[in-house]
């Protein structure tokens, strides 16, 4: 039959714990107080799982560190894609902005100096801070020669004479596009009109890099 210390032996773990019943706990603790063998294996117990909780401890705090660094880097990754794409669409919407404010009117061959003065009126007359220029079909043809130059003779066959290019009013202004085209869209002269006001954003930003 186990003698005092060995049954006070299977106990000390529980009762480090403190999970003992009132009986067993007041068993050992009246034990203790005459047996040093026995405390003495208590203080190693005591000590071994502090030793236990200090290394548990110290994991603990090496995956939260870990954790928050994983944390700071994944912040820091969506805090430079969000600055991308904000930065991104503000270029995207200030190139809109520009591009949406322009418009060209292509002119009929037979169009007369004073059907060009009267677009030009009515242009004037519903715009405001305006930039217009007459692009000549001379003018127009010398632009797309020196656009395409790389591309060789292309355009060499064409001449003053055979221009197949239209002569055309280029507008930049601050006033709405779609006005400026309701007004003028049925004058005498004009063969048709180009806006951007429609286009996707996107597309046109991209447009300035594969040009």
């Known amino acids: 039959m186990k003698n005092e210390c ?33 405390k003495k294996i208590l203080e190693e117990i005591r ?21 928050m660094n994983k944390r700071n880097i994944m912040i820091l990754v969506v805090s430079i894609i969000l600055i991308f794409l ?30 060009i003065e009267n677009i030009k009126n009515r242009i004037i007359k519903k715009s405001d801070n305006i930039e217009m220029e ?24 064409y001449t003053n004479q055979n221009n197949p290019i239209p002569a055309s009013i280029e507008i930049k202004t601050n006033t709405k596009i779609q006005t400026i085209v309701e007004s003028i869209q049925d004058m005498p002269g004009i063969a048709h009109i180009t806006t951007h006001i429609n286009a996707n954003p996107y597309t046109l930003y991209l447009q300035r890099f594969i040009r």
């Open 6 to 38: 060995d049954i006070v032996g299977d106990l000390l773990f529980s009762y480090n714990d403190n999970i003992l019943s009132n009986t067993s706990k007041k068993l050992v603790e009246e034990h203790l107080k005459e047996c040093e063998k026995c």
């Open 47 to 67: 000590q071994e799982n502090g030793e236990k909780n200090q290394i548990k401890e110290i994991d603990f705090l090496k995956s939260i560190k870990k954790n």
């Open 86 to 115: 904000v930065f991104f669409n503000i270029q995207v919407y200030n190139n809109y902005n520009e591009i949406a404010s322009t418009m060209e009117i292509y002119l009929k061959d037979d169009i007369t100096d004073e059907q």
């Open 134 to 157: 007459y692009v000549s079909k001379e003018k127009a043809l010398e632009r797309l020669k020196n656009n395409i130059e790389e591309k060789g003779d292309l355009l060499n066959d």
